[in-house]
């Protein structure tokens, strides 16, 4: 059984079990010992020529991968695509280009982190995952403002942008359709797979779609691990190692009248319950947080058992758009211990 949760400063909360909830090909499993959150696995190049994963990355010596291939982002946005769910991390290129990470060959704990400016990184690591119409540049500068804040390690799982038509109708598709339809949530759900698997720590940060993603990836690592042969009860169990944070996140989408799809097509998914969440929002965030988030009329009931609602109500941002942007709200995140602690809070800034 793994230990109590750590935050950056060394502080626990012990998690308990009870029931479960909720898909890629099998890899054989990850033979990285169990870590607490936030530290960092030296990478070494493996010397036998039996293969071994992590997060369902693969070497072998006749492959010798040691240092992962860099691809690099051409100047137009829709190149994006060829990064749909690729890592990314690091400091940009000297031409001010992000750095992606093939994560069907690259661990994405081999690639170079994101780190606080002017500061050291205080042994913290995060994943963040970006939302809807996100370019790799405001992608990258989320993740940075991510590590300001939080003073983390911070790497990426890139969401791509198509054009803001398709990422909505993308959207909706993640939130009813299967949980590995989206690039995204498939390079997530494989990624968590391997290191649940092993027992270690996550701690996820996921921006409005990237919330979405964030819910698919735990889907399919469970389903994973059940078909395993995992019991329910030792999958919540396992799900205890994540730590989850969102920002105006769009799950579990808006109300949906029965009689579409019966009831069934439709059918609106919560939070898989297990790990630990912190959801924050903006109520003044019309278009997702308040409409299609946990922070709608209901929504609790789809956070995950014991999550964490904050709510933060500011004046200054009240338009939609800017209510809803994850600069206008990063700002107000605390350590997930410290959010536990305090548990569910409506603060008004006017």
């Known amino acids: 059984m793994a230990s109590p949760l750590h935050d950056s400063a060394g502080m626990s909360i012990s998690r308990t079990s009870s029931t479960d909830q909720t898909t890629r090909r099998p890899v054989d499993d990850a033979t990285t010992p169990p870590r607490d959150l936030g ?10 020529s039996q293969l071994t994963a992590t ?11 040691e240092t992962p291939s860099i691809y690099r982002i051409a100047a137009a946005a829709d190149n994006s695509l060829m990064h749909d769910g690729y890592y990314g991390g690091g400091p940009v290129s000297p031409d001010g280009v992000p750095q992606f990470y093939d994560p069907n060959t690259t661990s994405i704990d081999s690639i170079p982190a994101i780190t606080p400016e002017g500061a050291e990184p205080n042994g913290a690591t995060l994943y963040f995952i970006n939302g ?7 992608a990258r500068d989320g993740a940075q403002r991510l590590a300001n804040e939080s003073g983390a390690q911070v790497r990426m799982i890139y969401n791509a942008r ?3 038509g398709s990422d909505i109708l993308q959207s909706a598709r993640d939130l009813y359709g299967p949980a590995d339809g989206n690039p995204a949530s498939a390079t997530l759900g494989n990624m968590l797979y391997h290191k649940l698997k092993a027992d270690q720590r996550v701690h996820l940060v996921g921006e ?12 399919l690592a469970a389903q994973r691990l059940r078909d395993d042969g995992m019991s329910a009860d030792e999958v919540k169990e396992r799900l205890g190692n994540v730590v989850v944070e ?3 996140g769009a799950v579990p989408g808006p109300p949906v009248p029965r009689e579409i799809g019966g009831g069934t097509l439709f059918r609106r998914r919560g939070f898989i319950d297990g790990p630990t969440y912190i959801h924050y929002g903006n109520p003044r965030d019309e278009a997702v947080f308040a409409r299609m988030g946990v922070g709608q009329w209901g929504g609790a009931r789809f956070a995950g058992e014991g999550a964490v609602i904050r709510k933060i109500s500011e004046g200054q941002r009240s338009r939609p758009i800017e209510a809803h942007l994850f600069r206008n709200i990063i700002d107000e995140r605390v350590p997930w211990d410290q959010a536990v602690r305090e548990g569910n809070v409506d603060i008004v800034k006017d």
């Open 246 to 248: 969102t920002y105006n």
């Open 132 to 138: 809807i119409d996100t370019s790799p540049w405001l």
């Open 162 to 164: 198509r054009d803001v």
């Open 39 to 48: 530290a960092q696995r030296n990478v070494q190049p493996h010397r036998d």
């Open 55 to 65: 997060d369902g990355f693969e070497r072998s010596e006749a492959t010798n991968r």
């Open 208 to 219: 409005s779609q990237g919330a979405i993603i964030v819910r698919n990836g735990l889907e």
